[in-house]
């Protein structure tokens, strides 16, 4: 059986409110040239629920020595929430100094809308969609740009509905 080498923390979302996070990684040196600066890994957890409210226990496998930069998403009833934070051995500690995030509201109108973005060589995204409504990650349609010779992300939105997309900007972190 593998063997995981990680960290964990946990926290208490009260009822209406959903949260996930994200880690911020910065692409290795090899992958820069043609890359994105940073990508961004959603965090797995268990949820265990008592009365209205849910503990979440969050994973960081093989975190950095040196910590893990955090992006905090709490989905509470038409808003989102947007914390950062750094995760240094089994603490969590949420910055007072906002991380520099761009992130849009997604809806339309029209039977299917596609968002695309480049993944880099190893596979990693620089931004993620989010159901605005259900907290899941949108898992995008991998192909080959035949013209760039990229590898690519498309997501296919369903019209009617709110979706939460962020990427983590070039500018210092």
């Known amino acids: 059986m593998e063997s995981l080498q990680g960290r964990h923390f946990s926290i208490t979302d009260?009822?209406?409110v959903n949260t996930v996070i994200y880690r911020v990684n910065k692409t290795e040196?090899?992958?820069l040239k043609d890359s994105p600066k940073y990508t961004v890994e959603r965090?797995?957890?268990?949820?265990?629920?008592n009365g209205d409210l849910k503990k979440k226990t969050f994973f960081v496998d093989n975190p950095s020595p040196d910590g893990e930069q955090l992006v905090i998403l709490s989905f509470g009833k038409e808003r989102v929430v947007i914390n950062s934070g750094i995760m240094e051995d089994d603490r969590l500690r949420i910055s007072k100094k906002p991380m520099p995030i761009k992130f849009d509201a997604?809806?339309?109108e029209k039977d299917y809308a596609y968002r695309e973005?480049?993944?880099?060589?190893?596979?990693?995204?620089p931004i993620s969609i989010i159901?605005?409504?259900?907290?899941?990650e949108i898992k995008p349609i991998l192909y080959i740009d035949?013209?760039?010779n990229e590898v690519k992300g498309k997501c296919k939105l369903k019209p009617y509905k709110s979706y939460f997309a962020f990427?983590?900007?070039?500018e210092d972190i």
């Not at 965090?43 to 629920?49: A, I, K, Q, R, V």
């Not at 159901?131 to 899941?136: G, K, P, V």
């Open 106 to 108: 997604l809806y339309s």
């Open 167 to 170: 990427e983590i900007r070039e």
């Open 43 to 49: 965090l797995d957890y268990l949820e265990e629920l």
């Open 14 to 16: 009260p009822k209406d």
């Open 131 to 136: 159901d605005a409504e259900t907290t899941e």
């Open 117 to 125: 973005f480049k993944y880099t060589p190893n596979l990693k995204r």
């Open 29 to 31: 040196k090899e992958y």
């Open 146 to 148: 035949e013209e760039t």
